[in-house]
């Protein structure tokens, strides 16, 4: 069973920092695009940032210049680092791997951001 493990989430006040890091298995992780989404209350489920297995990423343009997206493929880990946070980037965050090959991908659980004013 494939499995994305989250850390890093919590409690921050606006312009503050986080880094999230994502890690799943090698296997997985080599094959795949590496997402961050994350839903606030009431609102859909969006992506925030991407990294493809060759490094290309992309971001919304909410978060341009504010957060980056990194992958280290000896420890199979995706990360988020959200600088300048601000009280709408408050949400659920979770982690996809897309398989490149394949119409399938995986998600994480889920780690809460808060950002207060």
Same mark, same amino acid.
Request: hydrophobic share 30%; aromatic share 8%.
């Given at each position: !069973?494939?499995?994305?493990?989250?850390?890093?989430?919590?409690?921050? !006040?606006?312009?503050?920092?986080? =880094?999230?890091?994502?890690?799943?298995?090698?296997?997985?992780?080599?094959? #795949?695009?590496?997402?961050? /989404? =994350?839903?606030?209350?009431?609102? !859909?489920?969006?992506?925030?940032?991407?990294?493809?297995? $060759? $490094?290309?990423? =992309? /971001?919304?343009?909410?978060?341009? $210049? =504010?957060?980056?997206?990194?992958?280290?493929?000896?420890?199979?880990?995706?990360?988020?680092?959200?600088?300048?946070?601000?009280?709408?980037?408050?949400?659920? /965050?979770?982690?996809?791997?897309?398989?490149?090959?394949?119409?399938?991908? /995986?998600?994480?659980?889920?780690?809460?951001?808060?950002? #207060?004013?």
């Amino acid at each position: !069973q494939v499995q994305l493990v989250e850390s890093g989430g919590g409690l921050v !006040q606006a312009g503050g920092s986080l =880094r999230l890091s994502c890690a799943t298995s090698k296997i997985i992780f080599s094959i #795949s695009t590496m997402g961050w /989404y =994350r839903q606030a209350p009431g609102k !859909q489920r969006e992506l925030v940032a991407a990294i493809t297995s $060759g $490094g290309s990423t =992309r /971001y919304t343009d909410s978060v341009k $210049g =504010r957060f980056t997206i990194s992958r280290d493929n000896a420890k199979n880990t995706v990360y988020l680092q959200m600088n300048s946070l601000k009280p709408e980037d408050t949400a659920v /965050y979770y982690c996809n791997a897309g398989i490149e090959v394949a119409t399938h991908d /995986y998600w994480g659980q889920g780690t809460q951001v808060t950002v #207060s004013s």
